[in-house]
């Protein structure tokens, strides 16, 4: 799987130090079973994180924290010549590349956990339709204080032109689309913020299935999508 877009390091550290709400570690933790880029990352951000505080004798980490884990992640990798070790699972989510029972490849480990029984691929999720061309699965047993959905867009279907009030992650599980950031296809995370404006499209023949996580709601550019709102729960 060819992977060219991955959560910031910020996010990732943010993961690796507990601090992510469990709809955005829900998005990471999966997207860690097909990426073992971000494995490696996380598990050299632990270890560093570790070793800072074992140090620190108690005292709280300074602005900086982020540039020191990446600066001792950088001279580790550079030190040893060669990529850091993947890791099996970080402590809190499991991410192994395994599936459940007979799910299939497409249905990572940490998603499935949190789907009903009877729900073994992304073919058996019971879609509810959202717009013409829009299906959802909202995720209720996350708890978070935002939302983590399962959304699904046929082929040359656009979601409205929006913005964000805070967070929003967007995994690829199936099909790609294309936005004002780049292209995303299976694996790729888009790790957007509050100043980031897109319109994705699905752009191939098959569907785009993607799990998404928000913390805030969508600022909808557009008036009919803003009146939708209320009752789309996005």
Not at 79 to 108: F, H, K, Q, W, Y
Not at 160 to 178: C, F, Q, V
Not at 224 to 229: E, G, S, T
């Amino acid at each position: 799987m060819n992977i060219k877009h991955h959560p910031t390091d910020e996010t990732l550290l943010a993961y690796a130090g507990g601090t992510l709400s469990q709809a955005m570690e829900l998005v990471i933790a999966t997207h860690m079973t097909l990426c073992p880029h971000c494995r490696a990352k996380v598990a050299d951000m632990e270890a560093c994180g570790g070793a800072m505080l074992n140090g620190s004798d108690g005292l709280a980490m300074n602005v900086d924290a982020l540039d020191q884990v990446m600066a001792m992640i950088e001279q580790e990798s550079a030190n040893e010549n060669m990529p850091a070790p993947a890791v099996t699972a970080p402590r809190r989510v499991a991410v192994a590349p395994s599936m459940r029972g007979n799910a299939v490849p497409s249905l990572p480990t940490p998603l499935a956990n949190l789907l009903p029984e009877n729900i073994l691929s992304l073919e058996d999720i019971p879609w509810r339709s959202l717009a013409p061309g829009v299906k959802h699965f909202p995720l209720k047993s996350v708890q978070t204080k935002g939302t983590v959905r399962l959304l699904k867009i046929a082929p040359g279907i656009s979601i409205p032109d929006h913005g964000h009030g805070g967070h929003e992650m967007t995994l690829l599980l199936k099909g790609s689309y294309i936005d004002d950031v780049g292209r995303f296809c299976a694996g790729d995370v888009a790790d957007l913020m509050d100043d980031t404006d897109h319109q994705p499209i699905a752009d191939t023949a098959e569907d785009c299935i993607c799990l998404i996580a928000t913390d805030a709601p969508l600022k909808f550019n557009g008036i009919l999508p803003k009146l939708l709102q209320p009752f789309i729960g996005m």
